[in-house]
């Protein structure tokens, strides 16, 4: 069966800025092609698209991921059985996910002020979960089903029972949020309930050497007098400024499966897919790791970007840079990078015979990137969206790819 992949590469240009920094405050970096390169975790930028996904979908769309998932479930519970104390609710909740996932809840020990005096909460896993707001309804639902009276023995009396226990287990089990579907879960306790993820985010790479610099700053007391002269405070901030590729790929057949797959009377669903592959395109594009950003101010935008439709394997353009980038004769690393993927990318296709019928589309700013108009079609932002999300739901409704790639 042919699959279909879609390829997103990004080139953006970024100011002085520390987006992503490590345990000691530099910007994160990485040695490729033998030099020094500014680097963007991958975990960075998921983080930033899926901050994104909040003006791009509607809330009941999206997941929560958080150790707090009795206070999150208690609260629903509470919703639906207004008679309940907060206290019974986290009860019911801790139950009714012990239940449902095999998760270990522990309540947590926080300090009072200054009296040594500790305070318990509402327990909590000991990891992060990945729930739905669907799945947080459905287990909020079970648990006042089952616990009719709000008694606690009720509910577990309610889970003794085979069918009920399996039900709790389906709840977590379907009704996949986007963000659950393209980026994955783990659930340590229950690894039946895992999904593998549909989007893989490569660590943005810068495609040039870069050296990491530091700004010294001092801050003045407001409350200084003539005489006092001196600083409030000095301190040091790091940063780098570059030229980033970013990477992203999504497979839209696991995408289909993990949202659910199939519709009401049983057919592939390509809908909801195009929603969710539509949302990760513009997300993962217009989105930015915010490290620092109130110190830097690096709002920018990519100067270019390519989308391409494959059905075989996702394909980076990596090796473009992997000899770094100099800079033009006037300055600037962005009109060579174009230059060089326009050369890379119909070399490396012709190599491996990627006849890439599938499509592909080229968002380009300036005339720096005019090399790259020869890739695709060249769109606007929310036309690219669309022309990607419409062609995804056709091949998937199709059920197969018309024109497989015969490479790699």
Known sequence: MNRTIIDIHVLQTVPPSNLNRDDTGTPKSAVYGGRRRARVSSQAWKRATRTAFSELLDPSELGVRTKRVVEVLAERISVLDTSLSPAAAEELAAETLATAT??????????????????????????????????????????????????????????????????????????????????????????????????????????????????????????????ETGAGMIGTVDFNSSTLYRYAAVDANQLQENLGGLSEDRTPSADPTRRAVEAFIEGFITSLPTGKINTFGHHTLPAAVIVKLRTRRPISFVGAFEEPVETAEEGGFLRRSCERLATYVPELEKAFGLTDKGGTWVLRVGQDTEALSSLGEELALSELVTAVGAAVAARLKAGESTQPETGA
């Open 102 to 227: 095999g998760v270990k809840l522990a309540v947590p020990k926080r300090r009072k002020g200054g009296g040594g005096d500790e305070a318990e909460s509402a327990p909590e896993s000991t990891y992060l979960m990945f729930l739905s707001s669907r799945q947080f309804d459905a287990l909020a639902a079970l648990a006042v089903e089952g616990a009719a009276d709000g008694d606690l023995k009720t509910l577990k009396e309610f889970f003794r029972t085979r069918e009920n226990k399996a039900r709790a287990r389906r709840s977590v089990d379907t009704g996949h949020s986007v963000d659950i579907a393209l980026f994955g879960r783990m659930v340590a306790d229950s690894t039946d309930l895992n999904v593998d993820a549909a989007a893989q985010v490569a660590h943005a790479l810068s495609v040039h050497a870069v050296e990491v610099e530091s700004d010294y700053f001092t801050a003045v007391d407001d409350k200084n007098t003539d005489a």
